[in-house]
């Protein structure tokens, strides 16, 4: 091809994902190259791009991988969205030999940071830059302006940048994009940025579960209040379509019932979450929020074995309508509504400050040297955590680079004391209930635990030390301790440990 007609950049993989931001990238003006294994996928995006834009779009459907190659300018960018996986490593392989030194690569899917470290070492033998990026925002964020998350090469950002600024979704600071920094750092912050989803999703549904079966609204009301909701604080792609998911109804019933009742209560998952809370142990971050998330999809995934668990421990005597009619029959709806509200909101700023001590824990223990304050902003459009609050903690951290916890930022502390007396009323509401919170539950016991200057670790520290002679330290002078306390406890003597020291 002459220079004047090959592509400002490729893309290979045209499932949804790809197709549309195959198609957003051409309708900002980037001339792009597609290629697929399949034909078929190329044929419809070409369809695609004649039905959906007015004009025709700068889009060139290639039909194999040495055809698609030559068709882009150098130094070529080359942007990957396959299957997390070995489907990558095959796309790659694939690619490889046919790139020029200088040539860039940049895998768009949710995959494991390590994986793109290992990546970027097998493409830099041939002289081709990596990138490893987080792309959040769904289907339609792909199509009209998603969050980019580009961590990797450098170099490889600088040769796309301007593509990517013009592609990313736009907020009143800038485009949703930056360079995250070195090697798989953007693949980790899309995983964690999906913890925070999966905690947010879980927060949520445990809001609707205390508002629907204590308070007894309808999904008419729900709709009502989530609508209201994100006019104010907890203003959010995940509150807005929640709202909207409520006003369904069962088109294949036409009953004037709702679809939303009559979905398996069995949730999905694709392994970010996973990924996240393993990455929390490993690097000793408390995220029980995260965590309890997780935990509630494995639990949602027994439905039969639920379902056997309600049967026969209502044959033992457990009588759950009953203990839900009753606490419903003594509460006020109104106050009920807020401080359901109230509890959200404190129970997301701890989800976020979980998925945020693990980022900067993370970017400790690799030198990445992540801006959560930049973070917190390219997340503030396009992606599925996209809310208003996080132009605030944004600032949290533009005050405060260092910042332990935005559980301490004296804007976030504040609203967390005013709120924690309704946070703890729908947590126990719901525990009298018996209906479970473990989202909420997580949260408010994060909050305690991290505000209290002394906890019963002294017990436990004792325990580890009467088993295991592992020591305790004091707090009234400095080294380190044993006690023989079975034999003193024997012998009834109170008195100080040995010095290790």
């Not at 995934?301 to 309508?321: C, F, I, P, V």
């Not at 106050?335 to 001590?357: E, F, H, P, T």
Request: net charge neutral; aromatic share 6%; proline share 4%.
């Amino acid at each position: 091809m002459e220079a004047a007609t090959l592509s400002r950049i490729g893309l290979v993989g045209l499932a949804v994902m790809g197709q549309n931001l195959a198609l957003n990238i051409a309708e900002k003006g980037f001339p792009i190259s597609v290629y697929n294994r399949s034909s078929s996928k190329t044929d419809d995006t070409l369809r695609r791009a004649l039905s959906e834009s007015p004009s025709p779009l700068p889009l060139t459907p290639t039909y194999t991988p040495r055809d698609f190659v030559l068709s882009i300018a150098p130094p070529r960018s080359i942007v990957i969205l396959v299957k997390a996986g070995d489907a990558v490593d095959s796309t790659l392989s694939s690619l490889l030999p046919l790139l020029s030194p200088g040539d860039s690569v940049i895998d768009g899917g949710n995959e494991w940071y390590l994986n793109t470290e290992r990546r970027i070492s097998e493409a830099a033998r041939h002289g081709v830059l990596y990138l490893g990026m987080g792309v959040s925002g769904g289907e339609e964020g792909a199509r009209h302006g998603p969050s980019l998350m580009p961590g990797g090469s450098r170099a490889a950002y600088d040769n796309v940048s301007n593509v990517l600024f013009r592609v990313a979704a736009q907020v009143d600071d800038g485009p949703c994009v930056t360079y995250i920094g070195e090697g798989g750092s953007g693949n980790f912050v899309k995983m964690v940025h999906n913890g925070i989803e999966y905690g947010d999703m879980q927060l949520i549904s445990e809001a609707y579960d205390v508002l629907k079966h204590v308070g007894g609204l309808s999904n008419q009301e729900l709709a009502a209040i989530f609508d209201e909701w994100n006019r104010g604080e907890l203003e959010s792609f995940l509150i807005e379509i929640t709202g909207d998911i409520f006003k369904v109804g069962d088109e294949l019933k036409n009953d004037g019932s709702y679809l939303v009742d009559k979905i398996l209560d069995k949730t999905g998952m694709k392994g970010t979450g996973k990924w996240t809370v393993q990455q929390a142990a490993e690097l000793s971050v408390a995220a029980p929020t995260i965590a309890a998330s997780l935990d509630c999809r494995y639990l949602s995934g027994l439905k039969e074995e639920r379902e056997r668990a309600s049967s026969t421990l209502q044959e033992a005597g457990l009588k759950d309508d009953e203990v839900i009619a009753r606490v419903h029959g003594s509460v006020d709806r109104k106050r009920l509504i807020d401080d359901v509200r109230q509890a959200l909101y404190a129970s997301k700023i701890c989800s976020y400050a979980q998925g945020m001590n693990l980022l900067r824990a993370k970017s400790i223990e690799q030198g990445w040297n992540l801006n959560l304050g930049e973070l917190a902003r390219i997340w503030k459009g396009g992606c599925i955590i996209r809310a208003v609050f996080l132009d605030r903690i944004k600032k949290a951290y533009q005050r405060n680079p260092d910042l332990a916890s935005l559980v301490v930022d004296p804007e976030f502390a504040l609203e967390m004391v005013q709120r924690q007396a309704a946070w703890r009323r729908v947590v126990g509401l719901a525990i009298s209930a018996g209906i479970s919170t473990p989202g909420m539950c997580a949260s408010l016991a994060y909050f305690d635990t991290y505000r209290r200057a002394r906890l019963p670790a002294n017990l436990v520290q004792a325990q580890r030390d009467l088993f295991g002679a592992h020591t305790y330290e004091r707090t009234d002078r400095p080294g380190s301790f044993h006690t023989e306390w079975t034999k003193l406890a024997k012998k009834g003597q109170v008195g100080a440990g040995a010095s290790l020291n």
